[in-house]
C-alpha cells in the first residue's frame, strides 16, 4: 500500500516533439497577437512551466507571482490584534502597518517550480527596515491548513498575525511564509523535509525584496530567521542551506520557538508524555509520497488508521489534531512501534523510516549565524529534553554562537514570554555585538 495518496505533478516532463517546426512558430505568433488583444494596450507574456532566475547555475526562487491582497491596520487596530496574544506585554505601536498576502515561486530538490504563499507585515512610513522571516508550526498538511488562510476568530492555529504584528510595530520587514503544497492541488505539503522548508524561508526572503511595497525601503544586511516548532525546524534547516541554495542572503541570527531539532526524537516523545499523537502519521504520509516509500504500516499504525491515513491526515488541521488521534499512543501505534523507537535497534527494523527521519535533522549546521533557542519549561508537544539534547550538538558543529533560553511556558505561549528578550537579541545582532553562548567551554 503506497501512504500518501498525492503523487507530485512534474512540470519538467518531457514535452511532445512537434512534427512542423513552422507549425510551432506560427503558434508563437497567435499566442502572442491573442496575448495582445487580451492584455489591452500591452503584451502579457504567458507564464512558463519553468521560470528559472540562475545564480552561478543554480535555480533562484523569490520571484513575486501575485499579490493577493493588501490591507491596512492603523496603529490602534494593529496593536489590538497584537494585544489577542500579547495582553499587556504590549509594546507601543508607533505607525500602522501593512500586511499583504502574495505568491511567490520556490523550487523542489529536482528542480520543479512550486508556488508558496506568503504574507509580508510593514510598518509604515519607515524606512531601511531590518528582516525578520518567520516559518510558522504545523497548521497541517491540507490545502485548508496553509498559515496563509488562518483566520483565529474562526480556527485559531497560534494567531500569526498577532505575532508578525508585533515585531513589525518594532519596525521589522516581517514575512511569515506557507510551505511547499501548501494551496496546491497538484501536489501535498511534505512535511518536515527539511531542506524544502528552507528553500520556502529562503525564496520568500528574495520575495519580501521583489514586492513593490518594499523596494528601496529594506535593510538587508542582518538578516533574522525565526520559526516556531515546525517552523524552528525549517527556521534552522534555511540556514543549514542558505550557502549552497541563497547565497545572496545574509544570516544574522536564527531563533527557534521550541523547535523540531529532530523527527525521530519528536515523534519517539509520545512514549514520555508528549501531546503528539498526530506527528507520525503526519511524517508518514510526507516521507512516503516525498521519498516514494512503501513503509509497513501494518507493523507501526494500529489497524483502524491505515485504509484512510492520508485522506485523514490531510483533513485535519492542527485545531482538531488532538481530538481525532486522541492522547493514548498505544490506540495510535504498535506497542513494539514504540518500543523500538526508542530503541538502537530501531535502524535496523525500520531501516528506511530510520534514514528518512535521519536526514531532516537540523542540529548539525556549520554556519557562523548567532542562535537562540527558547524552550518552554512546561512544553508537553516539543518536550524540553529535545532542546537540552540539541544544545552540545549544534556547540559542536556551529561556528556562531549557541544559546538556550528557557521560560515557565508551554508550548503555546513560549513566543509571547520571551518576545522582549528575543527583540533584545535581535537588535544586538544588528549593532554587531555578539550574543552571550550557553555552550559548555571547550576542554583546556
Not at 491596520?73 to 505607525?95: C, F, H, K, M, N
Not at 526572503?205 to 520559526?227: F, K, W
Not at 484512510?308 to 499512543?329: I, N, R
Amino acid at each position: 500500500m503506497r501512504v500518501g495518496g498525492f503523487k507530485p505533478y512534474r512540470y519538467d516532463r518531457r514535452p511532445r516533439r512537434s512534427a512542423q517546426p513552422w507549425l510551432l512558430l506560427m503558434a508563437l505568433v497567435l499566442l502572442g497577437l491573442l496575448g495582445y488583444r487580451l492584455g489591452g494596450s500591452s503584451w502579457q507574456r504567458p507564464p512558463l512551466a519553468i521560470d528559472v532566475h540562475t545564480s552561478n547555475g543554480a535555480q533562484t526562487g523569490g520571484r513575486v507571482l501575485s499579490q493577493e491582497s493588501a490591507r491596512y491596520y492603523t496603529a490602534s487596530e494593529a496593536a489590538a490584534i497584537i494585544r489577542q496574544d500579547y495582553g499587556a506585554s504590549t509594546l507601543p505601536v508607533e505607525s500602522g502597518i501593512t500586511k499583504v498576502v502574495f505568491r511567490y515561486r520556490s523550487y523542489d530538490l529536482d528542480g520543479t517550480p512550486v508556488v508558496v504563499f506568503a504574507r509580508a507585515y510593514l510598518p509604515t512610513g519607515k524606512l531601511s527596515m531590518p528582516v525578520f522571516a518567520f516559518a510558522p508550526g504545523t497548521t497541517g498538511i491540507g490545502d485548508a491548513c496553509a498559515g496563509s488562510l488562518e483566520v483565529p476568530a474562526k480556527a485559531n492555529w497560534a494567531n500569526y498575525d498577532a505575532h508578525m504584528m508585533a515585531y513589525a510595530s518594532q519596525g521589522y520587514a516581517t514575512v511569515i511564509t506557507d510551505y511547499e503544497g501548501m494551496r496546491d492541488p497538484t501536489r501535498l505539503h511534505h512535511y518536515m523535509v527539511g531542506a524544502l522548508e528552507g528553500r520556502a524561508v529562503l525564496d520568500s526572503i528574495r520575495a519580501l525584496e521583489d514586492l513593490r511595497q518594499t523596494r528601496g525601503r529594506l535593510n538587508t544586511d542582518a538578516i533574522v530567521l525565526g520559526g516556531y516548532s515546525q517552523g524552528g525546524h525549517a527556521a534552522f534547516w534555511a540556514d543549514k542551506i542558505a550557502a549552497d541554495y541563497a547565497p545572496d542572503v545574509k544570516i544574522a541570527g536564527v531563533v527557534g520557538w521550541g523547535p523540531v531539532m529532530d523527527v525521530r526524537e519528536t515523534w519517539s516523545d509520545v512514549t514520555r508524555g508528549a501531546n503528539i499523537n498526530w506527528f507520525g502519521p503526519f511524517v508518514l504520509t510526507s516521507y512516503a509520497d516525498y521519498y516514494h516509500r512503501k513503509y509497513d504500516l501494518a507493523s507501526i499504525l494500529q489497524p483502524p488508521w491505515i485504509p484512510q491515513l492520508t485522506q485523514q491526515v490531510t483533513s485535519h488541521c492542527v485545531d482538531s489534531v488532538l481530538a481525532f488521534w486522541g492522547h493514548e499512543p498505544t490506540k495510535v501505534y504498535q506497542p513494539a512501534f514504540l518500543t523500538a523507537i526508542t530503541s538502537p535497534t530501531f535502524n535496523t527494523t525500520y531501516p528506511e523510516l530510520a534514514l528518512d527521519m535521519e536526514r531532516n535533522i537540523a542540529s548539525d549546521a556549520h554556519t557562523a549565524s548567532a542562535k537562540l533557542i527558547n524552550e518552554g519549561s512546561k512544553d508537553n508537544v516539543v518536550l524540553p529534553i529535545q532542546q537540552q539534547t540539541t544544545l552540545p550538538i549544534m556547540c559542536q558543529h556551529s561556528i556562531g554562537p549557541v544559546q538556550l533560553k528557557s521560560y515557565p511556558a508551554t508550548h503555546y505561549d513560549d513566543m509571547t514570554l520571551s518576545f522582549r528578550d528575543t527583540l533584545a537579541w535581535m537588535t544586538s545582532l544588528r549593532q554587531g555585538a555578539r550574543p552571550v553562548t550557553t555552550c559548555p567551554a571547550p576542554p583546556a
